[in-house]
């Protein structure tokens, strides 16, 4: 187990790149959703600055809980979710090629999360693709890990905590009657 000193400097640099889990009842019964659970709640209370980006597919329990750090953000062209389209669209509709549909019903891409405020940043990437263009990619990452780590210095440990758990307590609506 690591052991806080006070000249260390931990931080953490989440790239989540995730196809969608199996939407079965296999993966249930092999404790999927235990584990997310599990990662979601140790992530959550890790006392450690920490930036997470999603650079193409965030499509699963698993990519959510990796998400859950200090500062979130996405490529412009990526996609975050819960499930995959093809997952969502073969559970609702019964028909995997329905995806187009899901994809406009979830919400997913970066422009939806943010304007949501579920994510704090979208990172341009190079015109011809981030895939096409690795440095210039690689270059918006750093840029915004940089950025967002220069920030996250300014607070104390417990501010930065408390804007996490801020974070993480208000994802969602509800309403009472």
């Known amino acids: 187990m690591l052991k806080w000193q006070k000249n260390s400097i931990f931080l953490f640099f989440f790239l989540i790149d995730t196809p969608g889990a ?7 019964e092999r404790g999927q959703s235990e584990a997310i659970a599990k990662n979601l709640f140790e992530l959550s209370r890790l006392n450690t600055k920490s930036v997470a980006v999603v650079i193409g597919e965030g499509g699963s329990g698993g990519a959510l809980a990796i998400g859950v750090s200090d500062r979130v953000a996405m490529m412009r062209y990526s996609v975050f979710s819960v499930i995959s389209p093809e997952g969502c669209a073969a559970i609702l509709w019964n028909d995997p090629s329905k995806q187009e ?9 970066s422009e939806d999360l943010y304007q949501l405020k579920l994510i704090d940043a979208i990172i341009d990437e190079p015109l011809v693709g ?9 270059k918006a990452l750093g840029d915004y890990f940089l950025k967002s780590l220069e920030e996250l210095d300014m607070l104390s440990d417990e501010e930065r905590m408390d804007k996490r758990y801020e974070r993480i307590t208000s994802i969602g609506a509800y309403e009472e009657r």
């Open 22 to 28: 199996y939407p079965g009842i296999a993966a249930e």
């Open 101 to 109: 549909n899901a994809t406009k019903a979830m919400k997913i891409t």
């Open 130 to 138: 981030a895939h096409r263009d690795k440095e210039s990619a690689a």
